[in-house]
Every structure is written in structure tokens, then in C-alpha cells.
């Protein structure tokens, strides 16, 4: 509770952070895949004497630049601003144990930069072959800033046994390299760097069908074939890294991913399978669209069909990512921080000195803002206030960081149909988290002292059943204070 | 050393197996002709061939739904288990869910398809001679896709099925003099039942599809005969300057890029958007609130229902619906009508006679969703 909360209606905070990121993972590994295709282009047509080659190239190069230069730069700062918003705890923890590796990867970055810029501005200024040394300092920057924030992201999913003994011992950050070449980090690494290679493809699609067929029909062809083959490498062998990466994951993790082939069930319980279903069917059939739509038709490959790989493209990073960050639950960091901020060692001394004990947000004083629209105009003893505020902090810190009141993932929706007394047996389920609980493996533990408990089951009912007077009868009196 | 141990140059040995087997089977049912067709048929290349893909898509979400209606099939119960049935599927059964989830998308992506396709074959004036058997045998396919979205609708019987259906009966039994006589005869009675589950399921798997792959054949054997129509705008231009390209295999391997993209829209909207199931139908219960037939159903609904309140009594639902069939038939009969191949007054006629048609059908739809808040 050391953080103030990040309200975000209807999509959640969460979302904020998948909007971005998903946007940021198309660009920034075209970034990286990108930076390959350019200098191998550039060597052949070099070595062919194309300067056809070499004019569409500096054309795709002002794409890439203007689309990672910008996009790419202003949507990774975008994550951190989203994440330390919505995600205070979690950040701080990755920023206590990887400030350094984040040092390494900025190093990275400004070089990357400055070498994209360089590579674009001196095209027709810079020796040939310095040039194209320019382009692969890029290429090699770019690749680095991938194998450092691998290292954090994947530190996420699996921190590692040597991590995780130090953890709370305020001495993490001895165990660095641990933590950064954690058990997911290899099968990861090789993923992304496959997906950068085909976003470089997907990316050249989509300028090479901007290439009139009628004026240069052969540049057409030869670009379109050369850059659709940059998708094949990771088609074969994505699938044989997926299992890899799988078998790295804790089975606990594993086991999310089977809980939908069977059911449907409703909302987040089947997520992560429906995600990877769309993962497995996109990544199957994308080769397969390139090969019917640019391979053997590259001179009918216009700017719509290019889009339509982008499209694949996207609902398969979409879901991949979406899915990865579901694997993870109900931690925001693996073993150790649930995905509401708790650390799992923090739980014991919340159930028994309360969790909003040392909060500095809790304001008693005056009612909730969100409760005023259910229940405006009525009278309100001010002590049902100040336990309805009680309740509003428990369900923004404990439950805000994955659901809304009404909109993605709504509680409003999801506890539909419940009195109070079922509210408040659902709340002792989940603080229970008994081995047998169907939420235990999606959804932390619901912490608090009793009363704190009793205080979120009143704030629930209010906003689903607008009953804000039903548990003391003296609360409906004239002249008290109103929401 | 001997020749005979020498190697010689071997033709048949140079072929690969695929070339062999195609050539045993080549043979003897002559594949090499119907290439040859393929290849000697062109598609004209021009800014609205986006258009001539739509035909392919309807047929592939065809397919999508007889290959999982059939996978369904091994579980679904018709009678009095329907419902049990669905929700094992759904439930218990390993991906029953997606296949369910997929047959239901892709019979609404397929009904969207044939509208469009049957927009842009009206708009483009493909109804034209010698096409207009081609509009018939379509207009057939439209009233029969729908009529398997209908049918099907009902089968999970979970009371958004029930209530729907029991509303959706409506729209016949406003026809007038026959209108209550077919509908009990479909309905296996004055009231949605078991009954009315074990006759819509014979429609949706034996009868309608008997019905269906004829005239689907019919189509398709058009198509071929007649190729791709021009829109008016390509037919003016002189032959010099229409560009073509050949069906063989440059179109057809388009129209396959085509399908896999309708096959990763419906993988994405079955997958993250299931279909759900609703609780058992009880016919004692109230309707759901906002209860209403299916969005391709929306906008004849919503005519009958303006009608009703305009003319109460049964005589304002028997003019709605008469109205209604008369737009169909005047629909049908538009080659007739249309039948200059150049531009004129009769085209124009029929050009806004379609955006007429077009934006009642949006309007209406979209009345109807707005009427049920």
C-alpha cells in the first residue's frame, strides 16, 4: 500500500499496458529483424550491382526508420509510464534488481539510434562498405536491447530458485545474473529473435507492394520473394521452441494453459488456452497466405494483402503476448508478487494486522466517490461511510488491478446474482485459497482481517445490489451525512 | 566393361513419384482436360475484383460448416436431450466448445458473405444476360442459408434458442391465408417443443442440404460457363485496355490467400469471443428480456413490427409481410427488368432500386436493435 491506485474504467489498468505493449512488440522487433534485413539486402544488391535494389531499399529504410525511431521509442516509454502506474510494486521491484541492466540496455539504445540515423542520413554520403558497417552496428544494438529486456521479461515468468531464496532479504540484487539468465530465458531469447526475423518480412511486404508492377516487374518480383522467404525460418522452427520454452515453465504455469481445451467456462478461466489457440491456428497459416498471395502472385501483391500479413501478424503477437502475461498469473512476478502487488511472503501479516493498517490512502472521512451514483441521496451514518471506504480500498488494491466495476472483466457482471451473504462466502473462499479452490490457480489470495473482509463484502454489495443499509438498521436516519 | 552394366538414361526414373501417380490417374480420368479448362478461364483484373472474391468465401464458410456441423453431429442428441448434449459439448467435451463456437461464427460470417456477394453481383450488374439463372439459382442459395441459420438456431434449446425461434415464427405466420398452417406444420405444433427440435434438426441436416448442393452445383456449374461478369465501367472500355488474369492457377491460389484469411478471422472470433449457452429453455418462464431473432433477421422483424404498431390487429403484420415478399420478388425478377447491357434508364432504375434495398435493410437493423432498449 505504499503506492496510490490507477482507476482506468472500463479497460482497467491492465489493458492500458497491453494496448501499448502489443504495439511496442510489433515495432520493436521489426526493430531488431529489421535491422538484419537491411544490410543483407543491401551486401546483395551490393554484390549484384542492383541499384534498383538499392533505390527501393533506401525507401524502406525511411519506413523503418520513422516507424522504430518514433513509434518504437515513444511507445517503449509509454510502458514504463504505464507500468509504474498501474503496476508500482511490481516496477519497483524490477527496477531495484535490474537498474543496471536496464543501464546496459539504454547504452544499447542510444547507439542504435544514432546508428539507424547515421545508416539513413549518410546513404548516399558514406563509403559503400562504411555504410554497411553502419548497418550492421545497428543490426547488432538492436539485437542486444532483445537479449537484455529478455532477460527481465522472462525473469517475470520464472525468477529462479536462487532468486527467490534471497527474495526479501533486501540482498536480490546479488543474485543478478541468476535472475537474468533464469530458466525461460534461452527457449525466449531464440523465440523472439525468430519472431524479429519474420517481422522484418512482414514489414518488407508491405514496402515491396507498394513497387508498381507495371513499371518495375521484376524488382517487384524479386523483393516480394526475397522478403516473404525471411518468414520461413521461424516457421519451422517456432513450434520446437515453443516446447522448449514450455518445458521451462513451472507446471503449476503449464497447467493454465490446459484448463480451456475442455471448457469454455466464462471469462479469464480459459484465456490462456483460447489465446494460444489463436497463436497456433495465425502462425500456421501466415506462410501459407505469403506463399499464395506474394510467392506466386507477387506482381497482384498490392498494399490490402500486405496488410492482411500485418493482420496475421498482429493477432498472433496479440495473443502471444497476451497469452505469456497470462501464464503468469496469479503472480505479476513468479512465486514471489501476486498480481494485485502482494508479495506471497507479505501475506500471513496482512491476515493478521490488516491490510489497511498502514495505508496512507484510506480517507474515512468522507464517503466513496464510486458509491455516490447507487446510492445518491441517501442518508448515510458516517461510520457506514467510513467502512464502505474501508471497502473501496480493499477492492482497488486488491482487485483493480484485474478487474472493473463494469467493464473488462467486470465484477458488476461476474458476481451477478449474489446477496450479500453470497459476496461475502465467495470472500472467504478466496481468503481461505484452499489446495482445492478453483480461483487458486488464477487469482491471489484475498487478504485482510476479518472486519476488512466484512468491509469489502458491504462496498460489493453496494455497488451490485446498491444496498448500502442492510447491515445495521439505525443506518437509514434523516439529517446524516449523504452521498 | 559390359554396357549393359553402364547407366542408361532412364526417363521414367528422372520422374518423381508425384508425376507418376499423377499420370497413372491422369490417365484414366483425364485431369490434364479439366486443367486445361482451368487454365484457358481468365478473371478480368480491375479495381472492383476485390468483389469476385466474396462468391469463394461464401463457399468456404460452406465448407467450414459442413465439416464441423458434421463433427457435432457425433455428439448432438436431438429430442429431449438436445440440450444436455450441447452443454457436453460445450462443457465436458475436449474442444467441443471451439468447434461449437466455429460452426455458430461461421454460419453468421457465411450468411454476411452472401450478402455481399449478392450486393456486388447486383451492384455490378452481373444478373445481366446470360447470367440471370445464375441471380435465380443465388437467390435460392440466400433463402436456403438462411433458412439453415434459422433451423439451427434452435438446436442447443437454451431459452435465448427457444424465445428466438418462438419470435422468429412469427414473421411466417403473418403470411397471409397459409401463414399459421405452415408454421404449425414446421413447428410440429401451435408451440416451440421437442418436436419442433426433431423437425428442425431433419430440415438442417437431411432435408435443407438435399435441397442446398443441387442448386449449389447449378451455381457453381454457371460460374464456370460464364465466367466473371464486368461491372458496367469495364465493360465500356475497349478490349485493349481490360486486363485479365488466368483463373489457374494465379486466381485460384489468390482466392485460397482469401480463405486462410477468413479462416484466421473466424479461428480469432471463435476462440476469444465463445459462443456461450444460455440456461434451459423453460417455457413457463418469462422471455429474456430484449429477446429478438438473429441480426440477419432484424430488419424483416422490424418491418413487421413498425407495421403491427402502425396497423394493429393482424392486418398491419399481413402488409408488412406481404410488402415485404413483393421487395423479394421485384428483387428476383430484376434481370428481367434490367436487361440492357448498356447504362439507361432501367439500370438506373435497378442501381437505386438496390440502394434502396441496402439501406433498408441497414435502417431497419439498426431501428430494431435501438427499439429493444
Not at chain 1, 444496498?467 to 451525512?481: C, E, F, G, I, Y
Not at chain 2, 481468365?42 to 472492383?48: G, I
Request: with cysteine; charged share 15%.
Amino acid at each position: 500500500m505504499n503506492y496510490p491506485f490507477w482507476d482506468v474504467p472500463l479497460i482497467g489498468s491492465g489493458w492500458v499496458i497491453g494496448i501499448i505493449a502489443i504495439i511496442h512488440v510489433m515495432v520493436s522487433h521489426f526493430a531488431v529483424g529489421g535491422g538484419f534485413y537491411l544490410p543483407m539486402a543491401e551486401a546483395k544488391a551490393l554484390r549484384e550491382g542492383r541499384e534498383d535494389w538499392l533505390r527501393a531499399l533506401r525507401d524502406h529504410a525511411r519506413f523503418f526508420i520513422i516507424l522504430t525511431g518514433v513509434f518504437g521509442a515513444m511507445s517503449g516509454v509509454g510502458i514504463w509510464f504505464a507500468i509504474g502506474l498501474a503496476h508500482p510494486e511490481s516496477t519497483s521491484t524490477l527496477i531495484h534488481n535490474f537498474v543496471f541492466g536496464w543501464a546496459i540496455e539504454w547504452v544499447f539504445f542510444i547507439v542504435e539510434l544514432t546508428a539507424a540515423a547515421v545508416y539513413y542520413y549518410g546513404w548516399d554520403k558514406l563509403p559503400r562498405r562504411t555504410h554497411l558497417i553502419v548497418g550492421w552496428i545497428y543490426a547488432f544494438c538492436a539485437w542486444m536491447s532483445l537479449v537484455i529486456i529478455n532477460g527481465i521479461l522472462t525473469f517475470m515468468l520464472t525468477p529462479g530458485a536462487s532468486w527467490l531464496g534471497a527474495a526479501g532479504t533486501g540482498q536480490e540484487a546479488a543474485y543478478f545474473w541468476q535472475a537474468f539468465f533464469n530458466p525461460t530465458y534461452f527457449p525466449s531469447l531464440v523465440l523472439r529473435t525468430l519472431v524479429c526475423i519474420s517481422m522484418a518480412g512482414v514489414y518488407a511486404l508491405i514496402t515491396a507492394s507498394r513497387i508498381d508492377p507495371l513499371a518495375e516487374p521484376q524488382l517487384k518480383d524479386e523483393l516480394i520473394r526475397w522478403s516473404a522467404k525471411w518468414l520461413l525460418p521461424s516457421f519451422i522452427l517456432v513450434p520446437f521452441c515453443f516446447f522448449w520454452y514450455l518445458a521451462s515453465v513451472p507446471e503449476s504455469q503449464r497447467a493454465l494453459l490446459k484448463l480451456g481445451i475442455s471448457t469454455i467456462g466464462q471469462g479469464t478461466f480459459t484465456q490462456v488456452t483460447r489465446a494460444a489457440t489463436v497463436v497456433v491456428m495465425t502462425s500456421a497459416t501466415i506462410l501459407a497466405f505469403v506463399y499464395f498471395s506474394a510467392w506466386r502472385n507477387s506482381r497482384h501483391f498490392n498494399l490490402g494483402r500486405a496488410l492482411c500479413v500485418l493482420f496475421l501478424a498482429f493477432a498472433a503477437t496479440a495473443s502471444a503476448e497476451h497469452s505469456r502475461e497470462m501464464l503468469r498469473k496469479p503472480f505479476v512476478i513468479g512465486e514471489h508478487m501476486y498480481s494485485n502487488g502482494i508479495r506471497k511472503q507479505e501475506v500471513e501479516r496482512f491476515n493478521r494486522e490488516g491490510y489497511l493498517t498502514n495505508s496512507m490512502w484510506l480517507k474515512t472521512d468522507a464517503p466513496p466517490v464510486s458509491l455516490r451514483r447507487v446510492a445518491f441521496g441517501q442518508p448515510v451514518e458516517p461510520e457506514t461511510a467510513a467502512n464502505l471506504a474501508r471497502g473501496e480500498l480493499m477492492f482497488r488494491g486488491q482487485c483493480l488491478a484485474c478487474h472493473t466495476v463494469n467493464g473488462y472483466r467486470p465484477i458488476a457482471r461476474l458476481l451477478q446474482g449474489r446477496d450479500r451473504q453470497a459476496i461475502m462466502a465467495f470472500l472467504k473462499t478466496l481468503h481461505e485459497n484452499k489446495p482445492d479452490s478453483p480461483y487458486r490457480s488464477y487469482m491471489p489470495p484475498l487478504v485482510g482481517t476479518a472486519d476488512e473482509i466484512e468491509a469489502l463484502a458491504d462496498y460489493l454489495d453496494a455497488i451490485l445490489n446498491h444496498n448500502v443499509k442492510r447491515r445495521s438498521d439505525h443506518l437509514a436516519q434523516a439529517d446524516r451525512a449523504t452521498f | 566393361m559390359d554396357a549393359s552394366w553402364s547407366p542408361k538414361p532412364d526417363v521414367a526414373r528422372s520422374r518423381s513419384l508425384a508425376t507418376v501417380i499423377y499420370e497413372w490417374v491422369d490417365e484414366r480420368l483425364g485431369l490434364e482436360e479439366i486443367l486445361a479448362l482451368a487454365r484457358k478461364k481468365t478473371v478480368p483484373d480491375h479495381k472492383y475484383s476485390f468483389w469476385y472474391y466474396w462468391g469463394g468465401l461464401s463457399l468456404f464458410f460452406f465448407f467450414v460448416q459442413v465439416f464441423s456441423g458434421v463433427l457435432l453431429l457425433v455428439y448432438y442428441r436431438p429430442g429431449p436431450e438436445a440440450y444436455e448434449s450441447v452443454r457436453q459439448i460445450t462443457y465436458d467435451i475436449q474442444f467441443g466448445w471451439l468447434i461449437r463456437s466455429a460452426h455458430s461464427w461461421s454460419a453468421n460470417l457465411m450468411v454476411f458473405a452472401v450478402f455481399v456477394h449478392m450486393f456486388s453481383v447486383y451492384f455490378m450488374k452481373a444478373y445481366r444476360k446470360p447470367r440471370e439463372f445464375g441471380w435465380w439459382s443465388g437467390m435460392a442459395l440466400l433463402a436456403l442459408t438462411l433458412l439453415f441459420g434459422f433451423s439451427g438456431y434452435l438446436l442447443p434449446m437454451d431459452d435465448l434458442a427457444y424465445f428466438a425461434t418462438k419470435v422468429g415464427l412469427e414473421i411466417p405466420a403473418a403470411l397471409p391465408l397459409v401463414g399459421t398452417f405452415l408454421t404449425d406444420i414446421v413447428r410440429g405444433g401451435p408451440e416451440v417443443s421437442e418436436t419442433t427440435i426433431q423437425r428442425f434438426f431433419a430440415l438442417h441436416v437431411v432435408i435443407l442440404p438435399l435441397i442446398y448442393l443441387p442448386i449449389l452445383a447449378f451455381h457453381l456449374w454457371l460460374v464456370q460457363k460464364h465466367g466473371n461478369a464486368l461491372p458496367p465501367s469495364e465493360e465500356a472500355k475497349p478490349e485493349s485496355e481490360r486486363r485479365t488474369i488466368p483463373f489457374f492457377p494465379d486466381f485460384f491460389s489468390l482466392d485460397l490467400g482469401m480463405w486462410l484469411i477468413a479462416l484466421n478471422v473466424l479461428s480469432i472470433l471463435a476462440s476469444l469471443y465463445p459462443w456461450q449457452l444460455g440456461p434451459q429453455a423453460d417455457p413457463l418462464a418469462p422471455a429474456p428480456v430484449g429477446i429478438h431473432p438473429e441480426w440477419y433477421f432484424m430488419s424483416q422483424f422490424q418491418v413487421l413490427k413498425v407495421f403491427g404498431r402502425w396497423f394493429p390487429g393482424a392486418a398491419g403484420e399481413a402488409l408488412g409481410i406481404s410488402l415485404f415478399t413483393l421487395a423479394i420478388v421485384i428483387w428476383a425478377a430484376i434481370p428481367l427488368f434490367d436487361t440492357r447491357t448498356a447504362g439507361g434508364r432501367r439500370a438506373q432504375i435497378a442501381t437505386y432500386f438496390g440502394y434502396f434495398a441496402l439501406l433498408g435493410m441497414i435502417v431497419f437493423s439498426i431501428w430494431g436493435y435501438l427499439d429493444l432498449k
